[in-house]
């Protein structure tokens, strides 16, 4: 079976500051996978999803991702964090065929100082 | 706006009441689900509906009880419910069940007193 982790509890960057959130998979082939943002109070808002390509995915909000299939690895990036980037962040899973379910990572909760 | 609506936003309800949450989708989606998310723990699938069909039930308490009554509509009935069950309840529908993006509503706040 699948499974994902966010190595990061919580991270805390400065404002305009570079950001990179891990994320890590175990799958025996290549899996769809995708990062979601959490915002307090709301649900899961999809950033950006790799399905096959191009490795180094673009997200909205300024966000890119890069797979790594010899890391297996999937972590998330931001050149310039903003004060309105302070969420929960969910890595995702999907196995590369219908009727299965996505597993999600335990999240990394982001905190941007001034 | 993410095309997924839940009602009520927030809802407190007593161990003994019967309530109901709502979600709409008008995405055309075919597959829709229910997660919980409890403070500490991760996203919980509880259920799933492909095609109006329950297709998941990851042992959920036969207190949560889900209707599917067309594509569009989910809901989730609630009854006699213990403290524990308090948490945020998001719905979340997509193309069709598996390796497709799923969009999520906004959740209901649910608390037990």
């Known amino acids: 079976a699948q499974s994902v982790t966010q190595p990061d509890i919580h991270i805390t960057v400065s404002e305009g500051a570079s950001l990179e959130l891990r994320c890590n998979y175990s799958?025996?082939?290549?899996?769809?996978l995708f990062w979601y943002v959490q915002s307090p109070g709301q649900g899961l808002q999809l950033l950006l999803k790799?399905?096959?390509?191009?490795?180094l995915v673009q997200g909205i909000k300024g966000f890119e991702a890069e797979f790594k299939r010899s890391q297996s690895s999937f972590n998330l990036r931001k050149p310039s964090v903003h004060w309105s980037d302070a969420a929960e962040y969910f890595c995702?899973?999907?196995?590369?065929?219908?009727?299965?379910?996505?597993?999600f990572g335990p999240g990394t909760r982001l905190s941007v100082l001034p | 706006e993410t095309g997924v609506t839940q009602t009520p936003r927030h809802l407190v309800m007593g161990m003994t009441n019967k309530k109901s949450l709502k979600c709409e989708q008008h995405l055309g989606h075919n597959a829709m689900y229910w997660y919980k998310q409890s403070a500490k723990k991760p996203l919980e699938l509880m259920f799933v509906?492909?095609?109006?069909?329950?297709?998941e039930n990851n042992s959920v308490p036969s207190r949560f009880s889900p209707e599917c009554p067309n594509s569009s509509h989910l809901f989730l009935h609630l009854h006699t419910l213990q403290p524990e069950d308090s948490a945020l309840y998001l719905c979340?529908?997509?193309?069709?069940?598996?390796?497709?993006?799923?969009?999520f509503g906004d959740g209901t706040r649910l608390s037990i007193l």
């Open positions: 790799y399905f096959s390509g191009d490795t």
């Open positions: 995702a899973v999907a196995p590369d065929n219908y009727g299965q379910n996505f597993v």
């Open positions: 509906y492909n095609f109006k069909e329950q297709t």
């Open positions: 799958y025996g082939a290549t899996p769809y």
């Open positions: 979340a529908s997509s193309q069709e069940w598996g390796a497709q993006p799923q969009h």
